[in-house]
Each structure stands twice: as C-alpha cells, then as structure tokens.
C-alpha cells in the first residue's frame, strides 16, 4: 500500500518512471482504482460513491492517458493478470491447501507488477529491478502482518 503522504508518493512516482508524467499519472490511476475496488469489496459504507469514481476512473480517466495509450497492447494484458490474481488471491484466503493460502497473501499485492512494468518500459530493466526494490521497502517493508493475520479479515 502506498503512503498517505501525497508529496511522497508523487515523488516516488515520478521516481519510478523517470519523471514521465503521464506514466507517474498512469500509476496514480491504478492505485486508486486498486484501493477503490478494495474498498467496495470490503466495506459496505460508500458503496455507491465508490463505485461512481471506479467507474469514472477505469472508464474515462485511464483510457485517455497518454502512457496508457502508447503501451496499451502491453498494458492491458499485464493488468488483466493483475486482476485475475486478486480475485484468486481473495478465493485462496479460505481455501484448505496452505501453499494456495501462500500464494494467495503474495498475489494480493499483484497491483506493484504493473509498477514493474512502467519502470520496465521507461527506463529499461536495471531500473526496474530498483524501482521493484523501491517500492518494496516504500510499500511493504514495514508491514509484519502474516498469512494467518491476512485471513483472518
């Protein structure tokens, strides 16, 4: 999860895409709608407002971003194993086999590939492979919840 520090995380967006704007923009837009849909699933209050600024956001935001436009062909199948994954991750939380209950607490987070990826694509494969290590530690570093924690919500 990114930080509640809206400077901080603009500046490690723009870190991530070697200050592309559109890319850092393109980013932002996906973790809102990764915390939106989350929100619907989990929580009843808001129901209705958030799934208005899903919608808005997946529907007319994100398809006229200009990173999105220029690597939509790699995007969109990228974004779609996104979702698969946490869907699966949400059905493996309560399943009987403890490596599905493994992976599933890992591909929750699937959401930080697609940060992955835009580093990938804007500043080649060394800087991805920091920006990976980066948002780590800026994202999950600190966090020591477990498996057993994660399916207890």
Not at 23 to 48: C, G, K, T
Not at 51 to 61: D, E, G, K, P, S
Not at 79 to 101: F, G, H, M, P
Not at 118 to 125: E, P, Q, R, S
Request: one cysteine or more; aromatic letters at 8%.
């Amino acid at each position: 999860m990114l930080p509640n520090e809206p400077e901080a995380v603009r500046a490690a967006l723009l870190r991530w895409t070697c200050g592309d704007v559109a890319a850092a923009d393109f980013l932002s837009e996906i973790a809102e709608v990764a915390r939106l849909a989350d929100d619907i699933v989990d929580d009843d209050e808001n129901r209705q407002r958030n799934m208005a600024w899903l919608l808005v956001r997946t529907l007319t935001v994100l398809p006229l971003n200009p990173f999105f436009i220029r690597h939509a062909a790699t995007l969109a199948p990228l974004i779609n194993n996104v979702i698969v994954q946490w869907q699966l991750s949400d059905e493996w939380r309560s399943s009987r086999d403890a490596l599905k209950r493994q992976f599933g607490f890992v591909m929750r987070e699937a959401v930080g590939s697609i940060v992955t990826a835009v580093a990938a694509i804007v500043g080649g494969y060394d800087h991805a492979k920091t920006t990976t290590e980066d948002f780590f530690e800026l994202c999950h570093a600190g966090s020591r919840e477990t498996v057993e924690d994660w399916m207890k919500d």
